[in-house]
């Protein structure tokens, strides 16, 4: 919720909004005036609002003072008290009204809350299009998006990652004779959407080979790509 709130500070100037709409005016739709993005300011107040009842609600329950009413403050201690808040009977309305939240956000917000990661250059025959991964904040690489800023038509899921990072191997292979990809351990972090010390620790766990390039350290694609997919859900 935080990166969330900042996001939704970018577009409160009445920047661009998902599918290309722009905010209209404080003034109206005709009449010209500051810009400013309603949609935004309502998912900030609806936000800092709702955090700051659930707050107040866990203080009151905990006999504990209350937080600082900003939405980092909040949020982080609504996290610390989340055991209890788990056992609450109200839990499901809170777990309700969050995504709820989240989700307003995320609608005002738009591309200020998307980020985009370059995956590579697309495999398919005769296409020299980049690959872009259209990811969200606190989320896995297995839910984005990945397009070609080529041909539209060439398009995957975060699901068929490993599959497209084969197949990505293999055609860069064929064009330069290369045999093996080596990943940074940032480029792996921002596709699985975790710390980079979470990286070091899998790569140590599970043995992952390495090199090293003027003292910076890579992984082997292999090895990485066998560790996403164990660590991909599985079927219940």
């Given at each position: 919720?935080?990166?969330?709130?900042?996001?939704?500070?970018?577009?409160?100037?009445?920047?661009?909004?998902?599918?290309?709409?722009?905010?209209?005016?404080?003034?109206?739709?005709?009449?010209?005036?500051?810009?400013?993005?309603?949609?935004?300011?309502?998912?900030?107040?609806?936000?800092?609002?709702?955090?700051?009842?659930?707050?107040?609600?866990?203080?009151?329950?905990?006999?504990?003072?209350?937080?600082?009413?900003?939405?980092?403050?909040?949020?982080?201690?609504?996290?610390?008290?989340?055991?209890?808040?788990?056992?609450?009977?109200?839990?499901?309305?809170?777990?309700?009204?969050?995504?709820?939240?989240?989700?307003?956000?995320?609608?005002?917000?738009?591309?200020?809350?998307?980020?985009?990661?370059?995956?590579?250059?697309?495999?398919?025959?005769?296409?020299?299009?980049?690959?872009?991964?259209?990811?969200?904040?606190?989320?896995?690489?297995?839910?984005?998006?990945?397009?070609?800023?080529?041909?539209?038509?060439?398009?995957?899921?975060g699901h068929e990652l490993a599959s497209l990072r084969q197949?990505?191997?293999?055609?860069?292979?064929?064009?330069?004779?290369?045999?093996?990809?080596?990943?940074?351990?940032?480029?792996?972090?921002?596709?699985?959407?975790?710390?980079?010390?979470?990286?070091?620790?899998?790569?140590?766990?599970?043995?992952?080979?390495?090199?090293?390039?003027?003292?910076?350290?890579?992984?082997?694609?292999?090895?990485?790509?066998?560790?996403?997919?164990?660590?991909?859900?599985?079927?219940?």
């Amino acid at each position: 919720m935080p990166h969330l709130y900042r996001a939704c500070e970018e577009v409160l100037g009445g920047r661009t909004i998902p599918g290309g709409i722009r905010e209209r005016s404080s003034a109206g739709a005709t009449t010209p005036g500051i810009p400013f993005n309603a949609a935004a300011a309502d998912a900030r107040t609806a936000m800092l609002s709702g955090l700051a009842s659930w707050a107040s609600l866990t203080a009151d329950g905990r006999g504990t003072r209350s937080p600082q009413r900003s939405v980092e403050q909040l949020s982080a201690f609504l996290l610390r008290h989340l055991d209890w808040l788990c056992s609450h009977a109200s839990a499901k309305d809170l777990s309700a009204e969050a995504a709820e939240l989240v989700r307003q956000a995320q609608r005002a917000a738009g591309p200020a809350y998307h980020r985009q990661k370059t995956v590579g250059t697309c495999p398919e025959s005769d296409c020299t299009g980049v690959l872009k991964a259209l990811l969200l904040p606190n989320s896995s690489v297995r839910s984005a998006q990945i397009r070609c800023d080529a041909d539209a038509a060439h398009q995957w899921t975060g699901h068929e990652l490993a599959s497209l990072r084969q197949r990505m191997r293999r055609a860069q292979k064929a064009s330069s004779g290369a045999s093996t990809v080596w990943l940074a351990p940032t480029d792996i972090a921002v596709m699985w959407n975790m710390p980079t010390g979470r990286v070091y620790q899998l790569a140590h766990g599970r043995k992952w080979r390495r090199q090293t390039r003027r003292g910076r350290v890579f992984y082997h694609e292999e090895d990485v790509l066998r560790t996403s997919k164990d660590l991909e859900p599985r079927p219940a």
